[in-house]
């Protein structure tokens, strides 16, 4: 099912479920594909890296080693587990579209549903 995401890269997100409900950050790459979105330093997990010898084409000399170690990740999280803050209203809002008519083109414009103000700035 192709369902278009109303939450795009750049938007300030509420989180609404999971460990970091209730916080809102920054969306750092969106996935439509997966439904979900990677958002700043939310749903952060650690990932433990071992040391760990790289595979070189060469087989000669010392093994190059990757640094180990424990590094923050944010990891994706459901688009349903989040909503988009107005930017006008600074409020987690519903989110519609309505059609515009820009130089003869039709684009299709996100709205607040709470404010009716368009949130997409271009
Ligand atoms: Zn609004």
Not at 11 to 16: E, M, N, R
Not at 57 to 68: L, S
Request: hydrophobic share 35%; net charge positive.
């Amino acid at each position: 099912m192709a369902q278009t995401m109303k939450v795009r890269k750049g938007d300030v997100v509420h989180v609404l479920r999971g460990k970091d409900a209730g916080k809102e950050g920054r969306v750092v790459e969106a996935l439509p594909k997966q439904g979900r979105v990677v958002v700043e330093n939310i749903n952060v997990v650690k990932r433990h890296r071992r040391p760990r010898a790289i595979q070189n084409t060469t087989g000669m000399g010392g093994a190059a080693m990757t640094p180990g170690g424990i590094i923050d990740l944010p990891a994706p999280l459901p688009v349903s587990n989040v909503m988009v803050v107005c930017p006008v209203c600074g409020k987690p809002t519903r989110v519609g579209t309505v059609e515009k008519t820009i130089k003869d083109k039709t684009v299709r414009v996100r709205v607040c549903k709470r404010c009716g103000e368009e949130i997409d700035r271009t």
